[in-house]
């Protein structure tokens, strides 16, 4: 096994969990769950797997993720941050073994993926598509900044480097599921956006390209005016980056993801600024 420590947060993931704990079955040296209430079997599936688990009271993933850190005793190298609904290949355990080895003693502290985006089962190869995370890091030198959304993982010092191989993303349990998720996620969002209009800063010491998709975020989305800027970003993703090719689970997912979720974060904006003003 690798010396490296996955935490992964959990609430009522026992459709997830087996499969993701299997993926990093033999790879991992340890595992920790942080369960913030899970009223399914999730806990007692994790502890069949000999993960190590906590409860912790869920305000926001940074927030609970970086209490893990400071509160689980970890004492390896390495730590991946690996969500319920994410799995890795034997492949990708192969590469990043190479990668965590070769690189211990140097000042590459971090190791950055790409993930194989599913949805209702189909694998999205259009449009939006590719999800990017800093996932594992140096014990000591990284955690996730303190944002309630959009969330990267952050090096205190040095550089990352991108595997080749990726990881699984499952972001689909049923549609109840996922838009009481996304209607989470946009509250967050709008926090966010308040917390940078008011002048929070937005720079990251992280991989280049997650620098970059914040830089467009908000130098560029939400420069573009409320709720139009919804119907143009699924129409740049649905239709240039031809995410019609998907069939129905592609049309389903970036109506979801790009316009009604957009949509319903510039409603919450536009509630929040009419309610301060009153």
Wanted: net charge positive.
């Amino acid at each position: 096994m690798e010396d490296l420590t996955a935490i992964i947060l959990t609430k009522n993931e026992s459709k997830n969990i087996i499969a993701c704990l299997e993926s990093i079955k033999g790879f991992a040296k340890r595992v920790v769950v942080i369960d913030s209430g899970s009223t399914d079997d999730t806990v007692d599936l994790a502890k069949q797997y000999n993960a190590d688990v906590f409860i912790n009271e869920f305000e926001y993933y940074s927030k609970q993720f970086n209490w893990g850190i400071d509160n689980a005793n970890i004492d390896t190298k390495w730590i991946l941050r690996l969500d319920a609904d994410e799995r890795f290949t034997p492949e990708l355990c192969k590469e990043v073994a190479i990668l965590m080895n070769k690189h211990k003693d140097d000042d590459i502290n971090g190791i950055t993926m790409e993930a194989w985006l599913y949805f209702l089962d189909k694998r999205i190869r259009y449009g939006v598509r590719k999800k990017r995370k800093l996932m594992i890091f140096k014990n000591g030198i990284g955690r996730i900044e303190d944002r309630k959304r959009d969330a990267h993982s952050i090096l205190s010092e040095g550089k990352s480097i991108s595997t080749k191989e990726k990881f699984i993303h499952y972001d689909f349990k049923d549609l109840d599921s996922f838009i009481s998720k996304y209607n989470f996620y946009a509250t967050k969002e709008m926090q966010d956006y308040i917390d940078y209009i008011q002048g929070d800063s937005s720079s990251i010491n992280t991989d280049s390209t997650i620098k970059n998709t914040r830089k467009k975020k908000f130098g560029m989305y939400y420069k573009a005016p409320m709720f139009t800027r919804a119907w143009l970003w699924f129409i740049y993703n649905y239709i240039f980056r031809l995410g019609f090719l998907d069939g129905k689970e592609g049309l389903m997912f970036h109506y979801y993801e790009c316009y009604w979720y957009r949509f319903l974060v510039d409603s919450k904006i536009l509630e929040y600024k009419k309610s301060t003003m009153q």
